[in-house]
């Protein structure tokens, strides 16, 4: 029933920016961790960004500062706002929802969207 579906990713140069969208159907989001993964080829997946239900956000150490997520209740829409893009930022782009209840540790996220690609040129 919960879908995730993501948008926003493309080809910027390095300094640019970019906003990705994920739209969360089946439940609302307003209940537990959401959150912004990447995996660049040949690498493990990687926590970008990540937002608690209470409100409280948490940014691996290379994107504090240039990335922001947030989210529109209304919409069941969350974001991640991408600014000063740098070439290692290049990666496929996905987010996540653990459910109902869970925290933001990472064996609770179940539900997934397809990916979105973040290319950053030079």
């Known amino acids: 029933q919960v879908r995730l579906v993501e948008s926003g990713g493309g080809s910027v140069q390095a300094g640019g920016s970019l906003r990705l969208a994920c739209v969360i159907s089946?439940?609302?989001?307003?209940?537990?961790?959401m959150a912004w993964f990447r995996q660049a080829p040949g690498k493990e997946r990687e926590g970008v960004a990540f937002?608690?239900?209470?409100?409280?956000?948490g940014y691996t150490h290379s994107v504090k500062g240039r990335f922001t997520i947030s989210q529109d209740n209304a919409k069941n829409t969350l974001y991640l706002q991408m600014n000063s893009l740098k070439p290692e930022d290049t990666a496929m782009y996905y987010c996540?929802?653990?459910?109902?209840?869970?925290?933001?540790?990472?064996?609770?996220?179940?539900?997934w969207g397809q990916g979105t690609q973040v290319t950053v040129s030079s």
């Open positions: 089946g439940y609302t989001s307003n209940s537990y961790c």
């Open positions: 937002l608690a239900g209470y409100g409280s956000t």
């Open positions: 996540a929802t653990t459910a109902r209840g869970r925290d933001c540790s990472i064996g609770n996220f179940g539900y």
